[in-house]
């Protein structure tokens, strides 16, 4: 799912509710490829451009509500 994270207050809230999530969370932007729970890894990506975010889960309750959490900073991609 891309999203866009506007406010600093948006990034720490991105990042906290990702430690409840089981699974591994990743956010791709180019080439890089970063933890989501990772603090440092978040802050290194451009967050003034949008970010592909997926959850690797074999739970889909969980990818489901992961997915909602993330819904507040959803973007339309083009090919939408």
């Known amino acids: ?3 866009q994270l506007n406010l600093i207050s948006d990034i720490n809230e991105f ?3 990702c430690q409840y999530y089981t699974g591994e969370i990743e956010i791709t ?3 890089q490829v970063v933890n989501a729970k990772s603090t440092l890894g ?3 990506l451009d967050l003034s451009q949008p970010i592909d975010v997926h959850i690797h889960t ?4 969980v ?3 992961f997915y909602k959490f993330l819904a507040k900073w959803g973007v339309k991609s083009i090919d939408d």
């Open 1 to 3: 799912m891309k999203i």
């Open 15 to 17: 990042i906290q509710g």
């Open 29 to 31: 932007q180019g080439r």
């Open 42 to 44: 978040v802050y290194s």
């Open 58 to 61: 074999d739970r889909t309750d």
């Open 63 to 65: 990818a489901e509500d």
